[in-house]
């Protein structure tokens, strides 16, 4: 059983809902939700050795930007040409329908002859929808009785037989190899309640569901925090993000409640563990992709400001007033974000840490202040 964390660098998957060295995920989201972009930010970040994208169906502009792009830029890993490591399945919209289905096997195959020589091999396959609707295609040139939606009725033995070949090996020399797959899915309309997302679930250890409210916010990574899961275990404590998790829910719930009863029905309280569910929100799971320092979070840094936003989130505040709340909290998200700018072994990183380390220790209850 895989059980090695795969480090993306992204603070959601990494924190949140990780994903292990031989294991699998989906990425289902609507159409321009960020799931393009996501798969390219984690075939530069994650750690591993080789990355092979399947760009299945995709627009042919995008896979020609990717291919003009990716020789020019250099492996934040090793300083190396970031080319040298990546594999492109290129298939377009306009290819044939049978080269389309093709694709995902010549990739997955090219994936596990990497694996084979010992090496971490991380397959993207982008979108599995448009791969799903070439069987379909074919399926019907072949005039094989239709399942649902009119996919073939063997659409989910596929799906699983594709997910299936992700593992993690131990080879005759004692090394191990593994190849982890991630796949995006595209459902009409958002909707994941089709066959190609249901049957995806089915199979894969960790569900990144992209939501169109988050990515309409510019909320990027558009992740949903409440939706998403994991099977697998991280780089953090569990309990902890537990803990972080329970906020999000409480604080989403205080929102809908406010919606009923306005602001002015709503304790200093419930207005607190909303502000603290946005300020997580804001500091830790929202990350800059365009930024040199926080486009990219090693897993040390993780565990460590992890902690840092953790102690935040269970700190008693005990606010007089919701002014003084939400001052609070525009003050504790300034900081962490600025300190999500510093590069880690920067002055300014452990200037910003100080004042960390003074907020957490500030702000007492009023009473106890008088
Ligand atoms: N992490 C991000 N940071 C900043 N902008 C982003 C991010 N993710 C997505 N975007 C914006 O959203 C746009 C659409 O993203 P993307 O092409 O990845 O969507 P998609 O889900 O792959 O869409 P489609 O279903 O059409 O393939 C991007 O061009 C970019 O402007
Ligand atoms: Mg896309």
Redesign the pocket.
């Known amino acids: 059983m895989p059980t090695e964390p795969l480090v993306t660098r992204v603070r959601i998957i990494d924190s949140m809902f990780p994903v292990v060295r031989g294991g699998t995920y989906c990425i289902p ?13 984690t075939s530069r970040h994650a750690e591993v050795d080789i990355v092979v994208i399947a760009a299945c169906g ?2 042919a502009g ?1 896979v020609v930007e990717t291919l003009r792009e990716f020789p020019r830029l250099t492996d934040p890993r090793t300083g190396r040409r970031l080319m040298d490591r990546t594999i492109i399945v290129c298939n377009t919209l306009a290819m044939p329908v049978a080269a389309r289905d093709a694709s995902v096997y010549t990739a997955a195959t090219m994936a596990e002859y990497y694996r084979q020589m010992g090496l971490n091999v991380l397959l993207l396959a ?2 599995t929808s448009r791969w799903a609707q070439a069987m379909r295609e074919i399926s019907g040139r072949l005039e094989e009785i239709p399942g649902e939606e009119a996919f073939p009725a063997y659409l989910e033995s596929r799906i699983a037989s594709f997910y299936e070949r992700a593992a993690i090996i131990e080879l005759r020399d004692g090394q191990t190899g593994s190849l982890t797959i991630g796949g ?1 899915v ?1 459902p009409a309309g958002g909707n994941f309640e089709e066959p190609v997302t249901q049957g995806t679930l089915k199979v894969v250890g960790a569900f990144h569901g ?1 939501s169109r409210a988050r ?1 309409d916010a ?1 909320r ?3 992740i949903d925090p409440l939706d998403s899961w994991s099977k697998y275990v991280g780089i953090i404590d569990p309990q902890k993000v537990a803990a972080a998790r329970a906020v999000l829910r409480r604080g989403h719930e205080v929102r809908q409640m406010m919606t009923v009863v306005g602001e002015e029905g709503t304790s200093v309280e419930d207005i607190t563990e909303m502000l603290k569910a946005d300020f997580f929100d804001s500091v830790y799971l929202q ?4 930024d040199k320092v926080d486009g990219a979070t090693p897993a040390e840094r993780q565990q460590f400001v992890f902690d840092r936003v953790l102690a935040v989130l269970q700190k008693e505040f005990a606010f007089g007033d919701k002014d003084q709340a939400r001052k609070t909290m525009v003050e504790a998200t300034d900081l962490f974000r600025n300190w999500n700018y510093a590069a880690t072994d920067s002055p300014e990183y452990q200037e910003i840490l100080g004042k960390i380390e003074t907020f957490l220790a500030g702000h007492p209850a009023p009473q106890q202040e008088g």
Do not use: C, M
């Open positions: 989201g609507p159409f321009g939700a960020g799931k393009t972009v996501l798969q390219q930010i995709e627009r995008e982008d979108s995006t595209s992209l990515s510019r990027y990574p558009a990350q800059n992709a365009y």
